[in-house]
């Protein structure tokens, strides 16, 4: 099992450009997050799914918006990049059943926005 | 806003040395988490406790939750170099009812020196 895959790995993006980030996952699980992480911040979350074609907003969902199509993929689009942007962005999965809520996570994407 | 803080927010040991890492939080819980974070990596779950357990074991873990205090504590005995990672408390609030939503601190660097 892959687990959780990102990609792209890395990407510069100048302010105003638009990008798409891809999660995917091959454990069939129902919930998946996309989280950001800055010094000294922690991971904050910016959107979740708990099922396929259902999305949620996280704490800081502002600038974001997310799809959930297929089951296995969850996907993170910037339409109007602002230098604020600029993190490491991970994506997660999650069975969702009670009470465990065990997380797993993808190995991040390094965003600069410029 | 974070649910958690951990403290220290760095710690620097030797080899063998064990290594304790603390964790508030703010609002009653389902259960709490410790992850850890590899430098350039994907978060990795350790361990979970409930809220109505106080201890848990997990090879070299040991992990303490009081309540009352609202605060948990991760113990890494006979640490290794192999432990130098960053290391995350992260919550699931009672209060949320749907999603599994983790709420993380702001980690706790681990630095153990051969």
């Known amino acids: 099992n892959a687990g959780v895959t990102q990609t792209p790995k890395f990407r510069v993006l100048k302010t105003g450009q638009s990008m798409t980030l891809l999660c995917a996952q091959d454990?069939?699980?129902?919930?998946m997050y996309w989280y950001r992480q800055d010094p000294g911040m922690g991971l904050r979350l910016i959107h979740y799914?708990?099922?396929?074609?259902?999305?949620a907003k996280g704490e800081v969902p502002d600038g974001y918006n997310v799809s959930r199509l297929k089951k296995q993929n969850f996907l993170l689009g910037l339409e109007s990049a602002a230098p604020s942007q600029t993190s490491v962005y991970f994506c997660?999965?999650?069975?969702?059943?009670?009470?465990?809520?065990?997380?797993?996570f993808g190995p991040g994407t390094r965003l600069t926005v410029t | 806003s974070q649910q958690g803080e951990e403290d220290p927010q760095a710690l620097s040991i030797q080899e063998g040395e064990n290594a304790t890492m603390n964790c508030s939080y703010k609002t009653s819980i389902n259960n709490l988490q410790w992850y850890r974070q590899n430098s350039g990596r994907g978060l990795v779950h350790l361990i979970l406790?409930?809220?109505?357990?106080r201890e848990k074991h997990s090879g070299r873990l040991r992990v303490t939750l009081d309540t009352s205090k609202k605060s948990s504590s991760l113990l890494i005995t006979a640490s290794r170099a192999a432990d130098t990672a960053s290391y995350f408390c992260?919550?699931?609030?009672?209060?949320?009812?749907?999603?599994?939503?983790?709420?993380f601190g702001q980690g706790t660097e681990l630095s153990v020196k051969p």
């Open positions: 406790i409930r809220s109505n357990e």
């Open positions: 992260a919550t699931v609030p009672a209060s949320y009812n749907q999603g599994g939503k983790l709420i």
């Open positions: 997660a999965s999650s069975s969702g059943q009670a009470p465990s809520y065990e997380q797993y």
């Open positions: 454990m069939n699980h129902e919930y």
């Open positions: 799914s708990v099922g396929e074609g259902t999305t």
